[in-house]
């Protein structure tokens, strides 16, 4: 994949139909083309900021989203923080909860950031299936520093391609 309309191409037509694990789904796929981690990370922060119209993690959704925002790289990634403050209450990838934190107008996102990941993880999320769950586990293991969180995806990804699923 060379860039992120590549990636929108692909994932466009790719489909599950009847189940729910499309974001493992789709890092199998990106992984399987060989994409660069920059390519990685956009893709996933494009599945955080999907909406949800019937279908959780829906790629129609994410590819809705990505095109309405012209493929915004900046956007796309800023969504991670959003993703970090979003709390998990016993369900896989609150997509609805995200989106709303992206478009709160709040200059202390940071701060609810670094409180809510203390929130998440005293809830020892263990996760087999959810990447944000694993994700938030990692970062917190290593600090919680916004610059590994993108090291941490690599270590996730690497995992898939060994063939664990996200563990």
Same mark, same amino acid.
């Given at each position: 994949?060379?860039d992120v309309?590549?990636? %929108?191409?692909? #994932?466009? *037509?790719?489909? +599950?139909? @009847?189940?729910? =694990? !499309? &974001?493992?789904? $789709?890092? /199998?796929?990106?992984?399987?083309?060989?994409?660069?981690?920059?390519?990685?990370?956009?893709?996933?922060?494009?599945?955080?900021?999907?909406?949800?119209?019937?279908?959780?993690?829906?790629?129609r959704d994410?590819?809705?989203?990505?095109?309405?925002?012209?493929?915004?790289?900046?956007?796309?990634?800023?969504? %991670?923080?959003? #993703?970090? *403050?979003?709390? +998990?209450? @016993?369900e896989f =990838? !609150? &997509?609805?909860? $995200?989106? /709303?934190?992206?478009?709160?107008?709040?200059?202390?996102?940071?701060?609810?950031?670094?409180?809510?990941?203390?929130?998440?993880?005293?809830?020892?999320?263990?996760?087999?299936?959810?990447?944000?769950?694993?994700?938030?586990?990692?970062?917190?293991?290593?600090?919680?520093?916004?610059?590994?969180?993108?090291?941490?995806?690599?270590?996730?990804?690497?995992?898939?391609?060994?063939?664990?699923?996200?563990?």
């Open positions: 994949v060379e309309q590549s990636l %929108i191409e692909i #994932i466009t *037509s790719y489909t +599950i139909d @009847g189940d729910d =694990n !499309d &974001v493992e789904g $789709i890092m /199998e796929l990106v992984v399987g083309e060989d994409a660069d981690i920059d390519t990685l990370i956009n893709s996933i922060s494009m599945i955080a900021v999907a909406t949800i119209t019937g279908n959780e993690n829906s790629v994410i590819i809705d989203l990505a095109v309405a925002n012209n493929g915004d790289i900046g956007y796309m990634k800023n969504t %991670i923080s959003a #993703i970090l *403050s979003t709390e +998990i209450e @016993g =990838n !609150d &997509v609805r909860n $995200i989106m /709303e934190m992206t478009f709160a107008d709040s200059d202390d996102l940071r701060d609810e950031v670094e409180i809510n990941i203390e929130s998440i993880i005293a809830n020892d999320i263990t996760g087999d299936r959810n990447i944000i769950e694993n994700i938030l586990k990692m970062s917190a293991l290593s600090g919680a520093k916004m610059e590994d969180i993108n090291l941490n995806i690599q270590a996730i990804i690497s995992n898939v391609v060994a063939g664990s699923r996200n563990d």
